[in-house]
Every structure is written in structure tokens, then in C-alpha cells.
């Protein structure tokens, strides 16, 4: 009888743990800081919770988690700087997978990952190169987030066809990001090979998305976009041209010391339609003719065009809800600038300033202001003959004669 009692306890003992290991609170983490630990949670084809390794699993610097295939919470690796190969060869899906802080990792095995619902997070992998993952690789992710990795490609995850953000930045040596996607809420693609060897980037598929956000590239594809609710925005970018030739509409664009960049091109943007969306050109040193832009109609917020251009038009233009401001260090005819005021185009201010002598010596140039009022426009710039570019006579309203100013004695007479 105490033999059997003792069998019984024994049974529902090993049944609570076999149902710890593999079950948890959703919202609750099992922390492994042994191998033993690990030996127990692989003999589960499926883990309900989170997992968080931590130094210490591993055995000789290898860990193996082959056996588990699913995940249903986080499973992260952190701070192990002892660590140089993990496998987890039938894994097919987990909620979350960061790693992050294993300086040492060289080989990561993952044949049959195929899903990440929430994060995928590699974040301070310092040594290793490539990932050996299956074909084609993982196709649905939530958030991606490669950082401060020495990754040269992400094969493995180059076949990802749903996601919701991508962010990759500060891998010093990957030389080619590629994504098949067609909508995307976020893409943030910033100082990556900092060799200077030279960043492809190819989005050929992608369509729609909120916010794009691309630095240190020297090819940047998005040959099928067509809106982006948010910001395009292209920062210190390598590339001699670019071009969106789908594009219709977006709601902010901003391109700034794209040092290269000779020709920039968007043949069928209509619409810049964010709140506050700005439309900015500046700083880009070899851009001197910025005319790719012949459908645009309305700007929803501010346009700032600033760089060494002879050439800037918007043909189209009918609506700029804030201001304009446009500079140049070369020659440049900023009469059409002011055109935008006088004709109400622009609601806010406009300034226009260029390097052209005889407009800066005569007052077209170099700080003149046109803003739009409810009742009409004001323009202060004025040809060499003294006169606007309206043809009106234009008085220099600082000139006073006994506290009254020429302006008003010159109305009284009228």
C-alpha cells in the first residue's frame, strides 16, 4: 500500500511538471539558467508562455533546443557572451524570437521557421554572418528589428510577403536588403555598411505603406509604390537617381544630402495629403535641375526647396497650405516663386533667394518675403526699373520725412 501511494505521488508530480514545462500563464515567463532545464522543455512539441534563456544553458557554448516546433509567447536569449551556436531545427513558429547581446555567436540554425507573429529581434550579434535558415525562409512577421549585427546578408529572411514594420539599421557589413512585400506600416533602413562599399535596396513588390525611411543606400528600388500615408523620406543616400515612378500620393517627402543625386524623378505624384506634410529638397550638392515633379497640384503642408539648382518647377501647382521657401546658391529667377503668392497658390509665407546679382542688387532676391492675407497678397520684391512684378511702383516705405513716412505721403497725394 505505501509502495502504491508512493508510485501515485511520484506520477502526479512528474504530470505537474511535464505540465509547467510546457504550459504557462500567457502573460507569465520561465526562465532557463541550465541545460538541464532546456532538456526538459524540448521533449514539448509545443511551449504555452514565454521562454527567456539566460548564461548558463548552453554546454561548451552550444545550445540546443531541436524537438520543440512552436512557441506560443517570447522566446529570447540574452546577455550570454559564451554562446556560439544555436540550433532549433523544427521550429516552426513563435509569438516573439529576440536575441540580443551574444557577442560570440557564430551559427544560428532555424530549417524550418516559418512564422514570427510578433517581434523578430536580433539586436548586438557581433561575430556572426549568416543564418541557416530552411527555404524559403520565414514568410510573416510582425516587427523585424536588425541591429548592430555583422550579418553580410538576410537570406532567411528575404521571403517575408506579410509584415508590419522593418527596421534595419547599424549592420556595418550587409551590402544587400531585399523585401517582397506589398504593404508595409513602417520601413526604416538607416548606416549600414558604413564600409562604403555600397547598400542595394530593392522593394519591387511593395505598394503601399505609412512610413519609408532609407539612409546610406546607393540603390533604392520602389518601382511599384503608389501612396504612403506618411513620410518618404531619403537621407544621405549615395545613389546618382532615383525615381518613384508610381507614385501618386504621400503624405510628406523629404530628400536631404543626397550628395549624388543628379535626378530625382516622380512623373505621376499628385498629392502630398498628411497633416502638416511637408515637401522638403534640400542639401543634395550635384541636384541642379529639380523638374520631376509635373503633376503635383496640393501640398498639405510646407515646401522648402534648398540646395545648388538653376532650375526648380512645379507646373501643376494649385493649393500649398503653409509656406514656401526656396534658396540657391546659383542663378535662379525667383519671379515664378512670388507668381505663387500673388496668384494665391501659396497660403503662407514665400521667400526666394539665388546667387543672380543683378535681381539681388535690383531687390528680387536676398530675403524678399510675398504672404498671403485673407484680402490678397503683399510681395516686397521689386525689379531694377523699381517696380514689382506686378508693374506697380514699389517705395521703400523706411524713408521718413518728419516722422511721416514716404509710403503714407505718397497714398495721401492718392
Known sequence: ????????????????????????????????????????????????????????VSSGGVLSLDGIQEVTGELSYIGDHNVTSISASQLEKTGSLVLGDLPVLSSLTMGALNEVTDTLNFTGLGT?????????????????????????????????????????????????????????????????????????????????????????????SLPALINTTGTLGLYGNDFKSFSAPNLTSTGGLVFNNNNEMTNLSMPKLTTLSGTDSPFVIANNTKLETIDGFPKLQSVSGGVTVEGVFTNFSLPALANVQGAMNVQTSEDFDCTPIYNYASDQVVQGAVSCNSSDSSAAASGTTGGTLATNTGSGSTASSTSSSGKSAAGALSVDSSLVFCGVSLAAIILALF
Do not use: R, W
Not at 6 to 13: E, F, G, K, Q, R
Not at 170 to 189: C, F, G, Q, W, Y
Open 1 to 56: 500500500m505505501a509502495i502504491t501511494k508512493y508510485l501515485a505521488a511520484t506520477a502526479a508530480a512528474v504530470a505537474t511538471v511535464s505540465a509547467t514545462v510546457c504550459s504557462i500563464d500567457a502573460s507569465s515567463t520561465t526562465t532557463m539558467t541550465a541545460a538541464t532545464a532546456v532538456s526538459a522543455v524540448i521533449q514539448c512539441s509545443t511551449f504555452s508562455g514565454n521562454i527567456a534563456l539566460s548564461t548558463g
Open 128 to 220: 556572426i554572418q549568416t543564418l541557416t535558415f530552411g527555404t524559403p525562409g520565414v514568410e510573416t512577421v510582425g516587427d523585424l528589428i536588425i541591429v548592430n549585427t555583422h550579418l553580410i546578408n538576410l537570406v532567411g529572411l528575404d521571403k517575408i510577403s506579410k509584415i508590419k514594420s522593418y527596421t534595419v539599421n547599424s549592420n556595418p557589413l550587409l551590402a544587400n536588403i531585399e523585401l517582397d512585400v506589398k504593404t508595409i506600416d513602417s520601413l526604416m533602413i538607416g548606416a549600414n555598411d558604413v564600409a562604403q562599399n555600397g547598400l542595394s535596396t530593392s522593394f519591387p513588390n511593395l505598394q503601399t505603406a505609412s512610413n519609408i525611411t532609407i539612409q546610406n543606400a546607393t540603390v533604392v
